[in-house]
């Protein structure tokens, strides 16, 4: 029969209803939520992330700033303008688009940001709080991959999930979110003898790594929900991600494409965190 698939365009679009709702009350209470972006250097496909997050809050009700600097912006220069935005009243997230030149160090951009406006949710403060399971602004990849899982009613709490991966962006948070929803959680790396073993235990696989067919048919149990956030290209060039999605569609219960699973979340909860942030400055 095959896995049923996993709608990540559809749900985005629902979301995105719920936001523009939420942000036309907060902007009749005089409270438009605002996200700022900066982006340096003249990096493409930056160049399209900044351009389509620009896009989504003009289009969900959310007031947006871009400012664009060429790569020869100092480090000084830039603190200097994350702290005028830390300032602005207007302004409820902030984020500096990723990679930065090299001279500049993200770490120190990303710590400068104000914790309460971090809607990428990378600081060291950001992930102290989900860490310790307090409120907080969640990093936007897995905060949409958890409401891709919750969307196929999977009862989350008793469940076995494996994540593979385990940056700082994706595959640590996304092992916490899970373990807040109290699922079991295996985390899988480079390092990891026998993959197959972990994963075909598992009801729940986010795959995570940024390598194609990293997970095949035989390497998953039947029935599981199976999240792929890999972006990559096949020997055709042709967008793929980290799942062999023909294979896997097979024995899996769920799973997500690529494109049109996770890539749509992500933005979509960045809208979400700006939102959030703005409700809880509202109080």
Avoid at 40 to 53: E, H, I, L, M, T
Avoid at 62 to 75: D, F, G, R, W
């Amino acid at each position: 029969m095959g896995a049923q698939l996993i709608d990540g365009k559809g749900l985005s679009q629902t979301i995105r209803r719920g936001v523009a709702e939420r942000a036309r009350a907060l902007s009749a209470a005089g409270r438009q939520p605002g996200l700022a972006v900066i982006l340096v250097g003249d990096d493409p496909a930056s160049a399209v992330y900044v351009r389509n997050k620009v896009q989504a809050c003009a289009e969900n009700g959310l007031h947006s700033v871009l400012e664009t600097y060429p790569a020869s912006l100092s480090q000084a220069e830039l603190l200097a303008r994350v702290a005028a935005l830390n300032a602005d009243p207007r302004i409820h997230g902030l984020l500096v688009q990723m990679p930065l030149p090299r001279h500049i160090d993200p770490q120190a951009v990303i710590a400068a940001i104000d914790p309460r406006k971090d809607v990428d949710g990378f600081s060291v403060h950001s992930a102290g709080q989900l860490m310790s399971g307090l409120p907080g602004l969640r990093p936007a990849t897995p905060y949409g991959c958890m409401k891709l899982i919750e969307s196929t009613g999977t009862a989350i709490a008793g469940k076995h999930a494996v994540v593979i991966g385990r940056s700082n962006t994706v595959g640590k948070p996304m092992a916490l979110l899970l373990l807040q929803a109290n699922a079991t959680v295996t985390v899988c790396h480079s390092a990891t003898p026998d993959l197959a073993a972990h994963t075909r235990q598992a009801d729940i696989v986010v795959a995570a790594v940024g390598r194609r067919n990293t997970l095949t048919a035989d390497m998953v149990k039947p029935g599981a929900v199976v999240i792929d956030v890999g972006m990559n290209r096949n020997d055709l060039g042709k967008l793929c991600g980290d799942v062999d999605f023909d294979g896997v569609r097979q024995v899996a219960g769920w799973i997500t494409p690529v494109p049109g699973g996770v890539g749509p979340m992500t933005i979509t909860m960045l809208l979400v965190n700006t939102l959030e942030a703005a409700e809880r400055t509202a109080g």
